[in-house]
């Protein structure tokens, strides 16, 4: 183009040179248009170049735009997805925790209901507990007072160390050796031994929450030939000799046939060594035992 306008303003000059029919003032004047138009259309061609470039930045803009939208598209579509799925995981969980409420509201319920029961099991024992300590301290006491009713009965035979009285872990024993109640060899209660008895019994007839057993003892030397019909061994004997003490307690006595019972150790729990004469004559005894009663056994 701007070729063109050159030769159209070269042109003009030779036209209007040759023909002479102009002055040259209006030569010159057609001239400086010519040059103005030759770089107005420079400018416009540089305009016109910048255009083009401006157009193609453009669709390189509007290329990147769109590529952008249809990333923003798929962003666009991917997020309702993920909303759909995160919606549906509420919900779900909605769902989960509306029935763990329902679950932790039961569970409270049966909590707080074992809490009262095992606090009213908690008062009950408590209570339980202090009656049972009040009531052992009350045979704590009893057995205490046994004991010092025998020791001042006994206290002769005690002195003389043919009866000895123990208490241990609420069992009072009163131990008597062989020769205060039999004969060698006998299992009938000499009237010296009924004396002793009598006075025993009286005491423990009293102590109606205990259980009386009284337990047959002996040496180790076996039972000689002449009482071998009678008695066949020492378990024998230690047993007749408890029957004995029994009976009398019962019978003469009159404590309760339940609280009483008979047990026969033979030479199976001595108390001394056998291998002298003082240990089998201290192994020789007669055992009354007061045992608690069972709390089955008790009564009201």
């Not at 202090?130 to 006491?141: G, M, N, S």
């Not at 000689?224 to 019962?250: C, I, M």
Request: aromatic residues 4%.
């Amino acid at each position: 183009m701007r070729m063109t306008l050159q030769l159209v303003a070269t042109s003009l000059a030779l036209f209007f040179l040759t023909t002479g029919c102009v002055s040259q003032s209006v030569f010159q004047r057609k001239s400086d248009e010519a040059d103005h138009y030759a770089a107005l259309s420079r400018n416009l061609e540089q305009d016109y170049a910048k255009i083009l470039e401006q157009q193609k930045q453009m669709a390189l803009r509007y290329d990147e735009i769109a590529r952008q939208m249809e990333d923003a598209r798929a962003s666009s579509a991917a997020l309702r997805q993920d909303n759909l799925r995160a919606k549906a995981d509420i919900e779900r969980l909605e769902k989960i925790l509306a029935d763990r409420s329902d679950e932790t509201g039961t569970a409270m319920t049966d909590l707080r209901q074992t809490i009262d029961r095992l606090e009213e099991e908690k008062r009950q024992l408590t209570a339980q507990l202090e009656q049972e300590h009040l009531a052992r301290q009350a045979r704590i006491a009893q057995l205490k007072t046994t004991y010092d009713d025998l020791v001042g009965k006994l206290e002769t035979e005690i002195k003389r160390g043919d009866v000895t009285i123990s208490e241990l872990q609420g069992r009072l024993t009163v131990n008597m050796v062989e020769k205060i109640l039999f004969d060698s060899g006998k299992a009938e209660i000499k009237p010296a031994g009924l004396n002793i008895l009598k006075r025993i019994g009286t005491i423990l007839k009293d102590t109606s929450d205990k259980n009386i057993r009284v337990e047959g003892h002996t040496d180790n030397i076996p039972i000689s030939t002449r009482l071998k019909d009678t008695y066949p061994s020492n378990w024998e004997l230690s047993s007749a000799r408890a029957g004995s003490v029994v009976h009398f307690l019962q019978e003469i006595l009159e404590i309760p046939g339940e609280r009483l019972s008979i047990c026969a150790f033979g030479p199976y729990q001595p108390i001394a060594e056998n291998a002298t004469s003082s240990g089998r004559a201290q192994n020789r005894r007669i055992q009354i035992v007061l045992i608690p009663m069972e709390k089955s056994e008790s009564k009201p």
